[in-house]
């Protein structure tokens, strides 16, 4: 495989990919926050299917914006020479590893309180926007200046974080961005631990006790025939009999994040989503519902 080419700033990048254009080939883009896995690997791989002999785009942007006071910001892994062999062993063509003052010029950063912002909707919240306030204006902020950027015609997310999925198809409908965005499903290991780049952080007994996220998501798949409360209390009942998680968050929502009335008709597609402290690190994931 050619090794990708590395781009730091905002001129590189678009020279890098001007030709691309010119020749006119799709160009796919998978925004992430390095620490690579094979998680992130598969969605380098739904992009090369979208864009054929298009260039494939890998951010890799640890963004200040969205991590709020006390969370990991200094401890989120920074591994760049290991991310660009999982980029070279996927076929990517360009990785856009930019400096914070690269993607925030004009002096005062991401915390400066006049800069422009992408401000979400509702939807924002809820959930992981409950706890954690102000994340999800960080999170589309930065998706949309690496929208403006690269100017792909796809881009690639994860299930995992389904709430950030949604709120990112929504901001590229709502703002006649252009660009279609797909959800690829949550990769897993063989015990059903969603890969996560936190997962670096748990203990062999935190890991342990993590897999009660997974377990708890499959029980209430399996008691969906019965209605809402029947699988939240199948969920419930797996993660209490774990003393190792603290359960932030635990719901059943319809497939746009919507309400759910306790028994859906027949042939409802619903999420249940969780997020969760296990030893000092926090984890989300979630699966889909099929209510009969």
Not at 42 to 58: E, K, T
Not at 116 to 142: I, K, M, N, W, Y
Not at 199 to 204: I, V
Not at 217 to 229: I, K, S
Request: hydrophobic fraction near 45%; glycine fraction near 10%; charge should be negative.
């Amino acid at each position: 495989m050619p090794t990708p080419v590395l781009a730091s700033t905002r001129a590189e990048l678009a020279s890098l990919l001007d030709a691309h254009r010119g020749a006119g080939r799709r160009v796919g883009l998978v925004p992430t926050m390095g620490a690579l896995h094979d998680g992130h690997a598969s969605l380098m791989r739904v992009a090369r299917d979208q864009v054929g002999d298009g260039p494939v785009v890998v951010s890799i942007f640890v963004n200040p914006l969205q991590f709020g006071e006390g969370e990991d910001l200094d401890r989120y892994p920074r591994t760049l020479e290991a991310d660009l062999a999982v980029c070279e062993r996927e076929g990517v063509d360009v990785v856009f590893a930019p400096a914070v003052e690269e993607m925030y010029p004009g002096g005062a950063g991401p915390r400066d309180p006049d800069m422009t912002t992408v401000q979400p909707g509702g939807l924002a919240d809820l959930l992981e926007g409950a706890s954690r306030p102000g994340h999800f204006r960080g999170v589309l902020t930065v998706v949309a200046k690496l929208f403006g950027l690269v100017r792909p015609d796809v881009a690639v997310f994860g299930q995992k974080d389904y709430q950030q999925l949604a709120l990112i198809t929504r901001m590229s409908a709502d703002l006649c961005l252009g660009i279609e965005v797909i959800g690829a499903e949550t990769q897993r290991e063989p015990d059903g631990l969603a890969l996560s780049s936190r997962n670096r952080y748990l203990s062999d007994g935190d890991r342990a006790a993590a897999l009660a996220l997974s377990r708890a998501l499959r029980a209430a798949q399996e008691r969906a025939a019965y209605g809402v409360p029947a699988a939240r209390w199948a969920a419930m009942s797996v993660l209490k009999s774990e003393p190792g998680v603290e359960l932030d968050y635990l719901a059943l929502r319809a497939a746009d994040l919507g309400d759910l009335p306790d028994h859906p008709e027949a042939g409802t597609v619903g999420r249940i989503l969780l997020a969760a402290k296990v030893g000092t690190t926090r984890l989300i994931d979630n699966m889909e519902l099929r209510f009969s």
